[in-house]
Every structure is written in structure tokens, then in C-alpha cells.
């Protein structure tokens, strides 16, 4: 079935969620160029949380139930244990900050919502950290990746499966769904290069080395409390990353002919 083309930045969003008539939204649309946001916070406000505002209102009046995907930049990383659902959100960048307000909306404004916060999502289509690394491991003889950020890397299939599980249970408010354990980017781009079974040098930089605009948490793990309850778990990062690795290590889209590159690459989360 074809869809229309639904635009965040503009009113008429909620009428087409609305005449859609759906019994479910799954709202996964964002800005997330999170160094972007930080020149744009306009834009970004505009699309997550105006765009989510519309899209709550839309899905209200169709009477359906609304999921909404956010994520870990909602917290500042201050915490040094596994953030919970109910912990007070603080973010450090105006990214964080759109998706903050985006929550706040879809929650207001629907009361069949769901808020599921996710963290360094990768998978098959679209810009992101792992095919990133798996794309400069073949193209790069040596690699630079920042050490001092914590997070849950998440296959999307993975939390796709979460979500189709979710759909089945009455729940509501918020939940966290993240591939179970966790490691720093340095460490996730060691296991992305070594499930390629290439032997590429991974030097361990800081974030203020990294150079990024935007702040990032420095610890932003999430623990998946209620959807543990709920009986949901997703796998271990590092058996979904190995799964992933195998089955998408020599697809073209993650190769580039470009020889300008420079010869070491540094790189943390930013797709």
C-alpha cells in the first residue's frame, strides 16, 4: 500500500494522520542530526516536537494508539548506573532537548500513547555509526574512535521485534528498549572490526578530541525495566552486532570509492 508523503513542519500533518483513519501510528520520523541541531534548534524543535504535537493530535482524533520513538540524549549523563524510565530527563543538547518536548507532546496529547526510548540504533538502511566503522574499516588502515561515551548499541530489526511484541500488551507512559549490556564507541567499533575479521588498528580518543558542536552524555545507558517486567528483552548487543556483520559485510551501499579520505579516521556516535 502506498502512503502519502507526510510533512512534520507543516499543520496539515495532523488532518492526513487523522483521514488516514489508522488503529496505530508508529511515529519514528525525526530530526536527528544531532551536531545539525545545534545551528538549527528551530528546525529541530519544529520537527520533533511541532511535528509530533500534530501527528499526537492526528492519531487522537482517529482514536489509535500512538508509539513514539525518542531516545538516550534525553539524559546528561550524570548518572553512573542504567538511567530508568522514571529518572528526571536533563539533556545536554538541543537535540535532546526536541525529543524532550516531542515526549511531552505525545504524551499530553494522546492518552494511547507509548514513549520508547532507544539507544545508538543501527541497521541496514540509512546513516549510522556501524556501517559507518564497517565502511572505513575497508576503506581506512587505522581508526580513532572516542572512549569516553557509554550507550546501548541496538539492532533495529531487534527493536522492530520489541515493538511488534509491545503492540500486544496494554502498555503505556514511557519504556526503554536497547540491546541488553553495554560498551563505549572505542569498544563497539573494536567488535565491528573483528566480527569483519580484519585487523585494522582502533586508537581510543576523548570527545573533546572528537571535536563535535554538541554536547554529548558521557553515560547514557538505559535500563529496559518495564519492558523486562512485560516479559520483552532484547538480545545481547554484541551477538545482534555479529548477526548484523554477517549478514550485511559485503553489501556495496557500505563501500565508497572515495580516495580523499584521510588515512585516519576519528569518529563517535554522529551518523
Known sequence: MDLPTFDLTKSSCEEQVASARPDLVIHAAAY????GAEHQPDLAMAVNAQGTEWVARGTTRAKARLIYISTDYVFDGLKKTPYLESDLANPLNQYGKSKLEGERRAL???HDSL???TSWLYGAHGKNFV????????EQPELRVVVDQRGCPTNAADLAQSLAKMLTLDIRGIVHATGTGDCTWYELASAI??????????HPITTAEAGRRAARPSYSVLANCVLKQSGITLPPWQYSLIRFVGEHGHDSQFKSSNAELDSI???????
Open 32 to 35: 536527528t542530526d544531532v551536531d
Open 108 to 110: 499530553d496529547l494522546c
Open 115 to 117: 514513549v520508547v526510548r
Open 131 to 138: 556501517k559507518t566503522m564497517m565502511r572505513l574499516a575497508i
Open 193 to 202: 572490526v573483528s566480527a569483519m575479521g580484519r585487523q585494522n588498528p582502533v
Open 265 to 271: 579516521v576519528t569518529i563517535d556516535g554522529a551518523p
